[in-house]
């Protein structure tokens, strides 16, 4: 059997096997093992097997990942959540649908600090959505919006995803955390534009309510989320100005989360137990599925998947746009059923040489992806989002009412995508500045 058809039939072993709910990191292991054993034999591929955990975990630039996820789940189990929604409400919440403004604003900065989408949409879904549907919102406007907004996680740094795609295309980290920037807030500005527009169509998804205070107490009010923009300071900024590699970032804002939450008197045994335990959970989750698609991206590599595709681009002789549509097909379509991480490294063999061979930016490249795996989080039947808020509100909101909701976010995250294609600088204008 050709290598080629072989690496066609073991995508298709894995997709199978994916469909029937084994675990992705052991479908990716398993793809690749019985490649490697079918294309060469049992001792080369007990040896890749042997030797891939310990090269992959050794790779400094991947350290970012436990210190993001260490300073998320600092933010998170320190209780500054609250005050976040309480400030937002405050500042917008007499719009037309306020609170929900409020909470995808606050969802936009919580996600600054934790880095984590379903980490926010948790967050945010517990003091948010009980909050607007005591005060008559309609259900599926208050579930989406949480389970929306909270994907915000995946595009405004700090990113795991910006991390996984800038250490597998070899494409500086840095770049593709400050490329998200723009992207994220204007996500969140067209989110809360959808919000108002569609409140002041239908006013009875959103009763109006009377918030007054005065200019001095809303900037007052700013005092109790002090620690929210450090937080973004310590990352984004030591990046920006050259002072901090990505790596050397993410453990200055673990740091600062810890210092800021036994200062803000968030601090306990009990919650630094917890702290490290979803961190270390987290982490290993990730690196498990990574190493599985490791033994993916040698096996396609060794059956020469990503030369043949990137030579077909030559072939059909595809434009930039051409690539760029297939792509987000694709990402549509496996977002639908597979896990972001898991649809990014199954993706990247057979992508890269493709962007490559058309001459496309890798930063923009990561933005898109990430945009396309964030949509993914909300689309079903998966909807990892959805899931997390309806577990976090329980028997609250029927499930299907949660992904009604989300049909006009996902609507806006598509408008987002083209607006990032046609002007590929809203991406590319930071990184730009950090040469």
């Known amino acids: 059997m050709d290598s080629i058809d072989l690496a066609m039939l073991c995508m298709g072993g894995m997709i199978v096997l994916m469909a029937a709910r084994v675990p992705i990191a052991v479908a990716l292991g398993v793809t690749a093992f019985v490649g490697l054993w079918l294309m060469r034999d049992f001792n080369v591929a007990l040896r890749t097997l042997g030797s891939t955990p310990f ?3 050794a790779n400094w630039s991947l350290t970012a990942i436990p210190m993001f996820l260490l300073m998320g789940a ?10 976040l929604f309480a400030v937002a409400r405050l500042w917008v919440g007499r719009l037309p649908g306020g609170l929900a403004v409020a909470t995808n604003f606050a969802c936009a900065m919580f996600a600054a600090a934790s880095g984590s989408s379903l980490a926010t949409a948790a967050a945010m879904g517990r003091v948010a959505i009980p909050e607007m549907l005591k005060l008559g919102y309609s259900p599926a406007l208050a579930t989406g919006t949480v389970a929306a907004a909270g994907t915000l996680g995946a595009l405004i740094p700090p990113s795991i995803l910006f991390v996984i795609f800038g250490w597998y295309t070899e494409t500086s980290i840095g770049k593709l955390l400050m490329a998200g920037v723009l992207p ?24 109006s309510i009377a918030i007054r ?8 009010a700013l005092r109790t989320i002090w620690p929210i923009p450090l937080l973004v300071l310590s990352v984004i900024g030591s990046i920006y100005s050259g002072v901090a590699t990505a790596t050397e970032a993410a453990a200055f804002g673990a740091t600062t989360a810890l210092l800021v939450v036994i200062v803000t008197g968030g601090f306990n045994r009990t919650m630094l137990r917890e702290v490290m335990v979803d961190a270390l ?42 690539i760029i549509l297939f792509m987000i097909v694709v990402y549509f379509v496996l977002g639908c059923f597979l896990d972001p991480l898991g ?18 930016d890798l930063v923009w490249m990561g933005v898109l ?11 079903p039947p998966l909807g990892l989002n959805i899931f997390v808020v309806k577990a976090t509100i329980g028997n609250l909101v029927p499930l299907t009412t949660i992904f009604r909701g989300i049909i006009g976010f996902v609507i806006i995250d598509f408008v987002l995508v083209g607006v990032l294609v046609a002007f590929p600088q809203i991406s590319l204008f930071l990184p730009g500045l950090i040469e």
């Not at 989110?191 to 169509?201: H, M, N, P, S």
């Not at 992806?369 to 689309?379: A, Y």
């Open 184 to 207: 994220g807030l204007l996500n969140a500005a067209l989110f809360a534009a959808y919000i108002v527009g569609i409140c002041k169509a239908k006013p009875e998804l959103a009763p």
């Open 369 to 379: 992806v990430v945009l396309m795996l964030e949509i993914g989080m909300l689309t």
């Open 55 to 57: 090269e992959f975990s």
């Open 74 to 83: 600092i933010a998170s189990r320190g209780g500054l959540t609250a005050a």
């Open 213 to 220: 205070a005065s200019l001095w107490e809303k900037v007052a």
């Open 281 to 322: 959970h987290s982490t290993a989750s990730i690196f498990v599925i990574a190493i599985g698609a490791v033994l993916l991206t040698r096996f396609l590599a060794i059956a020469g998947l990503p030369q043949f595709m990137g030579g077909l681009v030559q072939d059909q002789n595809l434009g930039p746009y051409q």
């Open 343 to 360: 649809i990014m490294l199954i993706t990247l063999p057979i992508m890269l040489p493709m962007w490559k061979a058309a001459g496309l």
